[in-house]
């Protein structure tokens, strides 16, 4: 079946550090792959997708690139604010069947 | 105003008691989902509905069920609770797609204790 494996938490750097989430994948088919924010008391939102193997998602600063040969989908970001403090979930959709990792909780501190 | 409104946002009942979350939403999709959120093991599939008269049974649907009113509701029912169903539960929608392209939104959550 279906599985997302994510890098275990919790992380804590420093402002304006380099982030990696990691995350792999294991897949029938030809999955979406998502990585989610969760900000406390809140559900969580979509950060970006990648609908096939090559793709990069984009947005506020995070990128992932969507890596067939490794079932890979690391999470990255140049220069982390304290903002960026939460916690980052990656999810793969196919087949009708959603999958999701367990959760990196994320702190920055100034 | 939300588009993706979970009711009661908190809950705390007695083990053997039925409980309802409701999930309504404004987005127009067809498809919506619930999920239980536990520390360390992220979000899992209760159920899903693809449309009105559509239902599935997710990964972990034992102890539960679902109800479809309209195309914008879809309730959650315990129908004989016990402690360790005490999780966030959350609801999520998405736009129809062959492909499973499109991101779930999610409501704020209910979370759930069982005493």
């Known amino acids: 079946g279906n599985s997302v494996t994510q890098m275990e938490g919790p992380v804590t750097l420093s402002e304006e550090a380099f982030l990696t989430i990691n995350c792999t994948y294991t897949?029938?088919?030809?999955?979406?792959l998502f990585w989610y924010v969760q900000y406390p008391g809140e559900g969580l939102q979509l950060l970006l997708k990648a609908t096939k193997a090559d793709d990069k998602g984009s947005n506020k600063g995070f990128e992932a690139t969507y890596r067939k040969e490794t079932t890979s989908f690391h999470l990255e970001k140049g220069s982390v604010q304290v903002s960026d403090s939460a916690v980052y979930f990656c999810?793969?959709?196919?087949?009708?069947?959603?999958?999701f990792g367990a959760g990196t909780r994320l702190t920055v501190k100034p | 105003d939300a588009d993706v409104t979970q009711t009661p946002r908190n809950r705390i009942t007695k083990t053997g008691k039925r409980i309802m979350l409701e999930c309504s939403q404004t987005k127009g999709h067809d498809r919506m989902y619930w999920y239980r959120q536990d520390p360390g093991l992220g979000l899992r599939l209760i159920y899903y509905s693809f449309d009105v008269k559509d239902i599935n049974k997710g990964e972990i649907s034992d102890g539960y069920s679902v109800s479809r009113q309209a195309q914008a509701k879809f309730s959650l029912s315990l129908e004989s609770a016990i402690p360790n169903q005490t999780a966030l539960y959350f609801c999520?929608?998405?736009?129809?797609?062959?492909?499973?392209?499109?991101?779930?939104?999610f409501g704020d959550g209910t979370r759930l204790s069982i005493l």
């Open positions: 999520a929608t998405s736009d129809r797609d062959r492909w499973d392209n499109q991101p779930q939104h």
């Open positions: 897949a029938t088919g030809y999955p979406s």
């Open positions: 999810a793969l959709s196919g087949g009708n069947d959603m999958r």
